[in-house]
């Protein structure tokens, strides 16, 4: 069965970290473009970070970029999201997405086909 998992969200207060997890199943995360979008009450969804296949090319979100690092490990077969500095207005439901590609990735979530359910992401004090 091919599935994503999303792990690592939680309540957390301005200026702090968290670290979120996209574990796959079912499939090899070796030739698949991973992204990571967010979803916020009352607004659209919206491209934070991103890795390609080979993990060679990664895109951020202007206004996350310095605070968020994507990365993969591709013996667990999961990327990350490490954030920093985290901002009230990084509070939302966060997606991790992936696609069959051969390389490049992209913030634009109608490119992936596959989604998990989603980890919570509350910044406040």
């Known amino acids: 069965q091919v599935q994503l998992v999303e792990s690592g969200g939680g309540l957390v207060q301005p200026g702090g970290s968290l670290r979120l997890s996209c574990a796959a199943s079912?499939?090899?995360?070796?030739?698949?473009?991973v992204g990571w979008f967010r979803q916020a009450p009352g607004k659209e969804r919206e491209g934070v970070s991103c890795?390609?296949?080979?993990?060679?090319?990664?895109m951020d979100k202007d206004s996350v970029k310095g605070r968020f690092t994507i990365s993969k490990n591709s013996t667990k077969n999961t990327v990350y999201l490490q954030m920093n500095s985290l901002k009230p207005e990084d509070t939302a439901v966060y997606y991790c997405?992936?696609?069959?590609?051969?390389?490049?990735?992209?913030?634009?979530?109608?490119?992936?086909?596959?989604w998990g359910q989603g980890t919570q992401v509350t910044v406040s004090s």
């Open positions: 997405a992936t696609v069959q590609s051969r390389d490049g990735c992209s913030l634009i979530w109608r490119y992936y086909d596959n």
């Open positions: 079912g499939f090899t995360l070796d030739s698949y473009s």
């Open positions: 890795i390609s296949a080979s993990a060679r090319v990664t």
